[in-house]
């Protein structure tokens, strides 16, 4: 319950928001106030903990990549889980 | 267990030491050439290793993190193999689950075999409780023999859930100061279906991390939690340096980050410094979220509070006021907390979570640990739940 998840906000209603997570709308309460649509977030336990600058995004992303590379190289998850990630990839950025 | 010959990086020491803002040119750069950098970050922690030893007449320090995340980055990246001899990197109460008292689950358990349905995230449910009820000791195992029980990834889903079937329910509010804004926003916000209540076993780090401290001795640095600290604040840890002279540093939660808290810790240490320094600045600020500090402030009261294994801790748990009282499972459905002296202490024979959970012992140190308790059979609370430290040494033993 505790790893932040990383996505995009796509709309906003008041406290509320939406979030993409590469493919995966699910719905978020915001305690950042300065939101805008676009913009990259953690997300913790559906709660908008903070925002990312695409920079920060990106590093992020690579290290959930480098832990997953090492997951399925060791046997543990299957080649599928990085796919899946790899296109979430692709999706959440432009 | 440690091998201070791995990973140790060709060592050219001269005389120098870093400083701040060579700190954060190399968190600047870091993401880019990774590889290299560990290597110069563990230089750097060699050299004021070495400069302290000398310096300082000292063999051994001990650094302490309060996030399970941040275990997991120690351990999965075996980080204590690449460190010197002398330097411990010790885990402290990091997990919200393993902490969650038994009582919290046994009512849990009770409800969802009331007909109440229970939300639970993935993590507490198959938290084991001490005493059995109708013989099952997890919302897991009450599931199989008819209990409602089902798991979410957030309140906003169980929100949806009752509002659809209309049933009451009950959301068990597992978590540290990350995940209380949400309760106390959709309180506020009045968006909780009628027959709507919580388990309301919120804690709180800083106490514990006082009182971890307070009971293994002393501390010579502290790894803070980034998430919890996008909340509540860099401040929030100023009395370990101001009350116990402790160098802090509030970390990201990869490798590169782990290793650089390290050496600003060090250079700390060989300057004679002690303050808090946040070096995830990507999530993290001094004064925290003020916006969720305060909605956690108009809903929750911050009372004493008891933590499995442990006891109970002064001003460390979240508790609904009074006006939200009906909100409250334990008031609704008349359940009592055990108070101060009705505590007992609630693991399981033979498991030393709550000496684990404060880095009194290692997870390697209980005879249970990979023999009757694993991953798949957990026996204990801490190998549990993803974050819990046994079940962290446990996956990946093998690094260490
Ligand atoms: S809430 Fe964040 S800081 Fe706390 S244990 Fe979980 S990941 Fe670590
Ligand atoms: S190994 Fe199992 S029994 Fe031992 S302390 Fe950890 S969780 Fe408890």
Redesign the pocket.
Known sequence: ????TYGRVVKIQEYKCWIDFGGVIEEAISVVEDLSIGDYVIV?AGVVISKLSKEEFLDSFKYLYEIKRKLVEEGEQSKEELKKLESIFKLLID | MKNPEDGKINDKTENSSINASDLKTITDKIFRTNQDLASGVVKIIETLWKNIKSKKNIERIRIMN?????EWTTTRYGLRSLLPEGIELIAGP???VCITPSYYVEVAIKLSLEGLRVYTYGDAYRLPALKEIEGVRSLAEAKTIGGDVSVVYSLLNAIKDAQQNRKKSVFFAV?????YPIYALAILKKILPENFTFIVSGRL?PPSAEYAISKIGKIDGVIG??????IIGGKAWSFLPEKYNIPTVISG?EPIDVLISVAEILRQIDEGDARVVIEYTRATSWDGNELAKKVIREVFDVVDAAWRGIGFIPNSGYKLKEENSKLDAFDVYGFKEPNFNEWRYDLLPGCKCGEVILGKIKPTNCPLFLTKCTPTTPYGPCMVST?GTCSIWARFSRLR
Do not use: I, Y
């Open positions: 319950m505790c790893l932040g913790h | 309060f996030c399970g995340t941040h990091g997990c919200p978590g540290f100061e990350t995940t780090t939690p980034g998430h919890v600290s996008s939660f974050e």
